[in-house]
Nanobody, 121 residues
Framework: QLVETGGGSVQSGGSLTLSCVAS?????????MGWFRQAPGKERERVAF???????NYADSVKGRFTISQGNSNNTLHLQMNNLKPEDTAMYFC????????????????WGQGTQVTVSS
């Protein structure tokens, strides 16, 4: 189970930090985790990924503004979002899978319920 928190409404240029807490994982299983987002009327898009080996990668649209990280306990994932823009407005979802290819393709085994981010100009 994945639960996201931290969404909200900010003005353009503002910051938010999203968090995703995972529970119910098998002991010792290493998961790749990531953030996706979906705006009304648009397709879901990749935002950032945190690989089980610690490597991180980002969509070009957020590179340099967003930072993905793992919390002190490996079951927590954060997304620090700085210099937010109106086009960042979307529902943000956390996802996880032991297979990165599945996660990348949007077919991760575990998904959160989403947290709304709204950026006003």
């Amino acid at each position: 189970q994945l639960v996201e928190t931290g969404g909200g409404s900010v003005q353009s240029g503002g910051s938010l930090t999203l968090s995703c807490v995972a529970s119910g994982y098998s002991d010792g299983t290493k998961y790749h985790m990531g953030w996706f987002r979906q705006a009304p009327g648009k397709e879901r898009e990749r935002v950032a990924f945190f690989h089980s080996d610690g490597y991180a990668n980002y969509a070009d649209s957020v590179k340099g503004r967003f930072t993905i990280s793992q919390g002190n306990s490996n079951n927590t994932l954060h997304l620090q979002m700085n210099n937010l823009k109106p086009e960042d407005t979307a529902m943000y979802f956390c996802a996880a899978d032991v297979r990165f290819g599945q996660l990348w393709a949007g077919l991760g085994s575990y998904w959160g319920q989403g947290t709304q981010v709204t950026v006003s100009s």
